[in-house]
């Protein structure tokens, strides 16, 4: 085993790791991977990047990678759905894969279905089958979504002046609830995380799954239809009015993007237990927030005003999901660091100095400097 504490600028907490030093990150240059391979890097790991760069944006991370991690971070561009001689290479030549390539939205998912399967679901098989055709294959670390659960209409709800609550008092969602792919893009990712635990069990695959809530902070170049808390402060920012579905009652718990890659380290560490697992995960009841909340956390807290309309409700929103991360914590030892207060500073700080970069990629000419909050 090899002891490593890690630096004092960070608040994730000293972790003792295993052997394995080289991990492969489809989707690795979006928000969730660029945090992902600069936290591996920073520890000691190999880390090779696989993303078809079809996200607006994704240059600006490529390029905070090759500037910070010019020998620990290799980048390569290929599709999940188009590369399977690469994605075999990678499964023989790392200790990990983190897959994180795919359609990240409901919305576009119910205007192409069928792409959103492929992406999804048959890209999800086709690293699989590269692990699968390992002799030792590499621990699959899979991204699936709360929406595997549809609506959760099991769940009673109550609705108060700002937010949705649980009626019945419970803190947060467990695994054990009904699975419900409401949408395209749940059923595409449930279908895949399906696949992802049975690789384990059929072929002795070490995977794990997590059903990630809303994660958020740096690099995250929200849009309208995913990053939805990124997009709220970048609209703000911008000048561009926003669009609620719904009343803007919905509740979601944000987890600070640090937080789930400490996750993804306990999960490798600990994957004799971990291994065909399937874990909720989310900022918990504490980091729980609704939509007209944030709107007036940003005017007060943050100094971004926004302007709104409503539209109706989009096909599988939950009223509310928050995340029962006891599993994980049982499992694992893990649970959120940071608060949603501080995590929004960190995540609005971020945006601010790349504004005239974000800026440009909506194609709006920046008025005057956006003001810091206080």
């Given at each position: 085993m090899i002891g490593a504490t890690l630096p004092n600028n960070t608040f994730l907490s000293t972790i003792v790791f295993s052997m394995a030093k080289k991990i492969f990150i489809t989707g690795g240059v979006g928000f969730i991977g660029v945090n992902a391979a600069d936290h591996f890097a920073s520890r000691g790991w190999q880390v090779t990047v696989f993303d078809n760069f079809s996200r607006r944006g994704v240059d600006i991370n490529a390029s905070f990678l090759k500037e910070k991690w010019p020998d620990a971070v290799t980048i390569i561009r290929g599709d999940v759905c188009k590369d399977q001689k690469a994605l075999e290479h990678g499964a023989a030549t790392h200790d990990v894969i983190l897959h994180l390539a795919g359609q990240v939205a409901v919305?576009?998912?119910?205007k192409e279905p069928m792409m959103d399967c492929e992406q999804n679901?048959?890209?999800?098989?086709?690293?699989?089958?590269?692990?699968?055709?390992?002799?030792?294959p590499p621990i699959v670390l899979f991204?699936?979504?709360n929406k595997v659960y549809g609506g959760l209409e099991s769940i009673p709800v109550r609705e108060e002046e700002k937010r949705y609550v649980f009626a019945d008092g419970r803190k947060g969602a467990t695994e054990e609830e009904p699975l419900d792919f409401h949408s395209p893009y749940g059923c595409s990712k449930g279908a895949a995380e399906q696949y992802?635990?049975?690789?384990?069990?059929?072929?002795?695959?070490?995977?794990?799954?997590f059903r990630q809530s809303c994660i958020y902070g740096p690099h995250q170049l929200g849009v309208e239809d995913q990053g939805w808390v990124a997009w709220f402060l970048i609209a703000s920012m911008l000048k561009k009015p926003l669009q609620i579905y719904g009343?803007?009652?919905?509740?979601?718990?944000?987890?600070?993007?640090?937080d789930l890659v400490d996750l993804y380290i306990r999960a490798?560490?600990?994957?004799?237990k971990s291994s065909g697992q399937i874990y909720n995960i989310g900022g918990g009841n504490h980091n729980s927030i609704s939509l007209l909340e944030l709107l007036e956390h940003m005017e007060k807290k943050l100094g971004l005003p926004s302007s709104w309309t409503f539209a109706p409700v989009r096909p599988g929103d939950q009223p509310i999901f928050i995340?029962?991360?006891s599993k994980a914590k049982a499992d694992l030892g893990w649970e959120p660091k940071m608060d949603l207060e501080h995590g929004l500073e960190e995540l609005c700080g971020w945006?601010?100095?790349h504004i005239a970069m974000i800026a440009k990629m909506y194609g709006v000419q920046l008025q005057k400097p956006v003001a810091t909050g206080q």
């Open positions: 919305t576009t998912s119910v679901l048959l890209g999800t098989l086709h690293v699989l089958e590269a692990a699968r055709s390992v002799k030792n991204a699936s979504t992802v635990r049975d690789y384990a069990r059929i072929y002795g695959v070490p995977t794990v799954v009343n803007g009652k919905q509740v979601r718990d944000m987890l600070y993007v640090e490798v560490n600990g994957i004799e995340s029962d991360n945006l601010k100095n």
